[in-house]
């Protein structure tokens, strides 16, 4: 489940027909970036990452491009291969945010380098729970946490296990609320770790491929007697909100006293001071809540491979990771223990023993519909 959806815009349907293979050369030093990631991503390697970058490597720059969806990284991959094929140079280096699989035979044609054996020196850094293929790199996450108000809320008691968070939303109703699974990620992330809880807290019983509609509902029943248990107990006895930003609201207006949030989100708004710099975040310890990685993709056939692979090693530094929690409010790429001790002071309560993920496909669906049916039956799904 992605953290936000895109839809295919026009825009991004003209950035595919631009990105036809060409026969034109790179500038040398030049690496050109690619990403599909939101404007604040963006906006953070324009502001951040590239003028550190430049400064510390003389004659290289950086051109920033926007491709507008995955859709566009697609396309300038298939560029890639099929630049591939007839020795031309596909005018793309750095993908910051690509999947290696796609697009299908990237790996197979030679076009994506292998990133565990380019010899970064920062490589062994790398969070192995975020190692997905060697030739991505896992640069940067984002994880759901619990969000709670200190002034109603005593760190000391913050609920770190389901059970004790369970016992807490039913020892004080009212003062919990979360969004509809489809209406954003952190709610739909609440609604996995119930179903982790409910199916002997493994991940890796759920996949892509063996969702089955005996096994869904077995194994998503589960999850919905113990949503239904509290719904009584939430918000408004049983209202959820209707996205990631909502929750952040009523928490912001004291409304609530605790909501699972995004961990990039909420790191924001306390820095914009959209909440109070005393809101109070916990990570569950039995089982975190889902999170995900972004992974960046160096073109093996770019023109400006070796410093693509020094912009790859360069965001693996301390000072890089460092801003990425400070200055955009992500989890590091690396291990915790390669970032620094006051970070990881600061950060304490949220840094993750794991980071459980969930599939999409078809278990989406059977997800979003069956908490409709079986949870909130009374919620109106096109309201």
């Known amino acids: 489940m992605k953290r936000r959806t895109f839809m295919m815009s026009a825009a991004g349907a003209a950035a595919g027909l631009a990105l036809a293979p060409r026969m034109s050369f790179a500038a040398k030093g030049q690496i050109d970036w690619y990403t599909s990631s939101d404007t604040n991503i963006l906006d953070f390697w324009t ?13 290289l720059k950086l051109n920033l491009v926007d491709a507008g969806d995955g859709a566009g990284i697609i396309a ?4 890639a291969i099929a630049a591939k094929q007839t020795n031309a140079d596909p005018q793309a280096d750095f993908f910051e945010s690509a999947d290696a699989l796609l697009p299908a035979g990237a790996i197979k044609a030679g076009v994506y380098t292998n990133i565990k054996a380019a010899g ?43 059970d004790a968070l369970v016992t807490w939303i039913k020892a004080n109703p009212g003062q919990f609320v979360y969004n509809r699974p489809d209406k954003g990620g952190s709610g739909g992330n ?43 107990h939430l918000y408004d006895k049983g209202a959820y909100s209707s996205g ?21 989100q909420v790191l924001q708004a306390i820095e914009q001071g959209v909440l109070p ?25 770019g023109a400006n ?14 000072e890089m990771q460092s801003a990425i929690l400070t200055e955009l409010g992500g989890f590091p790429g690396v291990s915790w223990d390669h970032v620094s001790e006051d970070l990881r002071k600061k ?7 794991t980071i459980p993920t969930f599939p999409g496909g078809k278990w989406e669906a059977a997800i979003n519909d069956g908490w409709y049916r079986h949870v909130a039956p009374n919620v109106d799904r096109k309201s």
């Open 244 to 264: 990631n930003t909502q929750s952040l609201q009523l928490l912001s207006q004291g409304v609530v006293t605790m909501i699972p949030v995004w961990s990039d």
């Open 120 to 162: 970064l020196s920062n490589y062994s850094k790398v969070n192995p729970l975020a190692i997905e293929s060697e030739y991505s790199l896992p640069y940067r996450g984002s994880q759901v946490l619990l969000a709670y108000d200190t002034t109603k809320l005593k760190p000391a008691d913050a609920p770190k296990t389901w």
């Open 76 to 79: 300038i991959g298939e560029r």
């Open 347 to 353: 950060f304490a309560d949220i840094i993750p023993k």
């Open 47 to 59: 502001n951040i990452v590239k003028p550190a970058f430049e400064a510390a490597n003389p004659g």
């Open 190 to 232: 609440f609604v996995r770790r119930a179903i982790h809880q409910a199916n002997g807290l493994d991940p890796k019983a759920f996949k892509v491929d063996n969702y089955t509609p005996e096994f869904g509902e077995e194994a998503l029943g589960k999850a919905w007697k113990l949503l239904a248990d509290i719904a009584p």
């Open 305 to 318: 491979r070796e410093a693509s692979l020094k912009l790859a090693d360069f965001m693996l530094s301390e």
């Open 277 to 301: 710099a005393e809101t109070g975040l916990v990570q569950l310890q039995d089982l975190a809540l889902c999170g995900g990685f972004t992974r960046s993709v160096v073109i093996e056939n």
